[in-house]
Nanobody, 124 residues
């Protein structure tokens, strides 16, 4: 059983940056590919970014491509989401998720474990 804990959310002005972290425990982190998802008020949860279990492959939603990066440190059992040029429409609760497989996928149903989420609010 993998436990995931997100941190790093907060309030930031439009154009600013934030880095989210997701710390994993209870499993062999390097055997899991990781994803970030977000859910804005009144909307369904959506894919943001994902990274393969060794970090060699990444994928991004079109809405964040070029503004967000995803990385992982397998020695620290942590995955990061670096967010630049934030927009008010990036406001959401951000969740990390883990799946015991190597590749990059965007489907929520492919992920077995989820964190509790961290709030990101971007003011205009």
């Amino acid at each position: 059983q993998v436990q995931l804990v997100e941190s790093g959310g907060g309030l930031v002005q439009a154009g600013g940056s934030l880095r989210l972290s997701c710390a994993a425990s209870g499993g062999t982190f390097s055997m899991y590919s990781m994803g970030w998802f977000r859910q804005a008020p009144g909307k369904e949860r959506e894919f943001v970014a994902a990274i393969s279990w060794r970090g060699g492959s990444t994928g991004f939603a079109d809405s964040v491509k070029g503004r967000f990066t995803i990385s992982r440190d397998n020695a620290k059992n942590t995955v990061y989401l670096q967010m630049y040029s934030l927009k008010p429409e990036d406001t959401a609760v951000y969740y990390c998720a883990a799946r015991p497989a190597p590749g990059v996928v965007s489907l929520q149903s492919e992920y077995d474990y989820w964190g509790q989420g961290t709030q990101v609010t971007v003011s205009s």
